[in-house]
């Protein structure tokens, strides 16, 4: 059923500052402001637990079809998902589906 075997945790975050793109392969984190995904595309290594930080005014996802879902994410939260499998994973806020990112898991 799960093409990434994920564990996804909604968690209570407080609000994250947008990072560096020389710094978000460290970060595990991709910040959601200004109806973006900061920074767009985000390189972890197989394992790492990626958190959605929402800093925008309105709720957001962060979506991949038959792989994974946050679900609304309201503002001021946050939602992890965990990535078990290398490859790239395309994913968009179903609620703004403009709004498109990519995991890259090495």
């Known amino acids: 059923m799960v093409a990434v075997a994920l564990a996804l945790t909604v968690l209570p975050g407080g609000l994250a500052a947008a990072e560096s793109p020389a710094l978000a392969s460290r970060a595990k984190s991709v910040g959601i402001d200004g109806f973006a995904f900061r920074p767009g595309t985000l390189t972890v290594p197989r394992g790492a637990r990626v958190s959605f930080v929402n800093s925008d005014r309105v709720a957001h996802t962060a979506t991949r079809a038959g792989s994974f ?17 290398r490859g790239t994973f395309a994913y968009h806020c179903t609620i703004h589906p403009f709004m498109k990112g990519k995991i890259v898991v090495q």
Do not use: E, L, M, Q
Not at 77 to 84: E, I, L
């Open 69 to 85: 879902d946050t679900g609304r994410i309201r503002p001021g939260r946050s939602a992890s998902v965990r990535f078990n499998r």
